[in-house]
């Protein structure tokens, strides 16, 4: 038997196929473009994001027996919107999550129909990623196109939706788009009449390891599988990477270097921070979670190496840096798109501090490095004021990758780091939630427990953590000190 998981990132598709012991046998990742029309906008084509699956998927399954293939789930970006209209056609291209258009409406839900109102309906509060602001923006800025809105969906779920013709959406993905009811598992008709749409333009609720219908039968044909292979609907990546992680216990906490920076912590209940400054969402294995996000993680050294030094030689930058030895006085506030843990900033900004006559570029690639490692240390802060304590980590997303990134995340956090049997997070997740949709295992703590194995532990380096922790503490003023210049 063999199990699919599709991730569909924000740069590319992952999809890949594991057997029912968890081994990857076929891995394939497809790139699609990203628009940025105006400052602060970024979209995508859906249709995109639907040729390179089902390119993809060709990929895969010629490494693999087509007819063993009993199921296949997804993950995917968060905070997507994607409207169709009564033809099924795509209205408009896909407002992504990093898209920063949406400030006036956030301050509209959060100052004036009340961040308490708000959080008590939802859990969380109005940030320009979420999706019922850019359901008001397209509302106040196109209003021809939001009258012709017949489905608002999320990224994966177009996707999901294409392969089984059922209009569905999981708890963890929903949760993210600000009119979910997250502590009740339901839509809140608070936030639908704001927005001004109804629970009929929205797809019905699955647990993300539920099965939503079978493939359907033309595109069976075409990519010669049987006809009964499930669709699981799956989750968003972070809580699927989770999956993939195996954090699955009530304690359990993952830290995802990939595009986006996030910190996820798994709680027995649904909790909430009373300032709002992480979210609280469902989580892919029934449950909860918070988590907070920092915007420009990989991306932050993505821009670094490929914007700015004009080298795709990672190993070899990263490389220059002797590690045990450096010292630098130089500071990065990784904020390129924004920030939104625990800023909540679309204003805030990219910006490197301290350097002096002496600097060199292994100063700022460590700078920037640290800088991210700084951003989630925000996040684990916050969580110890609420009571969650964490001892050690898993780590995933590209990168996870790096040994000296690795490492810097457990001096910087204070906390053991361990990797896994697989680095490929969501697309891993979401196949072992295909294994649970079909039947395979009863739940999906019980897939995880047979399939990830911890392959290596980064243990803290004392003199590191006391470098950083006094680091972190100059780091935590700059912003502040810069708050009103991002403005002007």
């Not at 006809?227 to 609907?233: A, G, L, T, Y």
């Not at 361990?418 to 294994?435: M, Q, R, T």
Request: with cysteine; glycine share 8%; proline share 3%.
């Amino acid at each position: 038997m063999n199990f699919i998981g599709i991730d569909l990132g924000t740069s590319s598709v992952k999809i890949i196929a594991i057997n029912e012991i968890g081994e990857i046998i076929s891995s394939v990742s497809m790139e699609y473009p990203i628009s940025y029309p105006q400052p602060l906008w970024s979209e995508q084509n859906p249709d995109d994001w639907w040729n390179m699956t089902l390119k993809g998927l060709e990929a895969v399954l010629e490494r693999i027996d087509r007819k063993q293939v009993k199921s296949i789930a997804l993950s995917g970006q968060m905070h997507g919107l994607v409207i169709l209209d009564e033809n099924d056609e795509v209205i408009r291209p896909a407002i992504l999550w990093n898209d920063q258009r949406t400030e006036k409406e956030c301050l509209y839900l959060n100052e004036e129909i009340g961040r308490e109102k708000i959080s008590q309906w939802t859990g969380n509060i109005a940030i320009a990623g979420f999706t019922a602001p850019k359901v008001l923006w397209v509302r106040n800025n196109e209003p021809d196109n939001f009258r012709r809105i017949k489905k608002i969906m999320l990224p994966k779920d177009y996707i999901a939706y294409k392969m089984s013709g059922v209009f569905a959406t999981d708890y963890s993905d929903a949760s993210g788009t600000l009119y979910l009811d997250v502590g009740n598992k339901k839509w809140s008709q608070d936030m639908l009449n704001i927005l001004g749409i109804s629970e009929s333009q929205l797809p019905k609720l699955y647990e993300s390891y539920e099965a939503i219908g079978s493939i359907k039968g033309d595109l069976a044909d075409k990519l010669g599988l049987e006809k009964d292979v499930k669709i699981v609907i799956g989750g968003g990546d972070q809580s699927v990477a989770a999956i993939g992680g195996g954090i699955v216990g009530e304690k359990d906490c993952s830290v995802s270097l990939g595009t986006s920076g996030v910190v996820y912590a798994n709680t027995p209940h649904f909790v909430v921070d009373e300032n709002n400054r992480l979210h609280s969402f469902c989580n892919a294995n029934g449950k909860y979670h918070v988590m907070g996000v920092t915007l420009a993680a990989a991306a932050s050294l993505k821009w670094w190496m490929e914007n700015i030094l004009k080298s795709d030689d990672y190993d070899g930058i990263t490389g220059e840096i002797d590690y045990r030895n450096a010292s630098s006085n130089v500071f990065f506030l990784p904020y390129l798109m924004g920030e939104r843990t625990p800023h909540n900033d679309p204003h805030a900004r990219g910006t490197f501090l301290g350097m002096d006559m002496t600097t060199d570029r292994k100063d700022m690639t460590l700078a920037v490095l640290e800088g991210v490692a700084f951003s989630l240390r925000d996040t684990f802060e916050i969580m110890k004021e609420m009571g969650i304590e964490i001892s050690e980590i898993t780590i995933n997303g590209g990168g996870a990758r790096s040994a000296l990134w690795c490492q810097i995340m457990a001096d910087v956090l204070n906390v053991e780091v361990k990797k896994v049997n697989s680095d490929d997070g969501p697309a891993y997740g979401a196949a072992i939630l295909a294994s649970v949709g079909y039947g395979l295992y009863d739940s999906v703590d019980e897939a995880c427990r047979t399939m990830i194995k911890v392959t290596d532990t980064i243990c803290p380096i004392k003199e590191k953590v006391d470098l950083y922790s006094l680091r972190y503490n100059k780091y935590r003023q700059l912003y502040p000190c810069l708050k009103e210049l991002f403005r002007k």
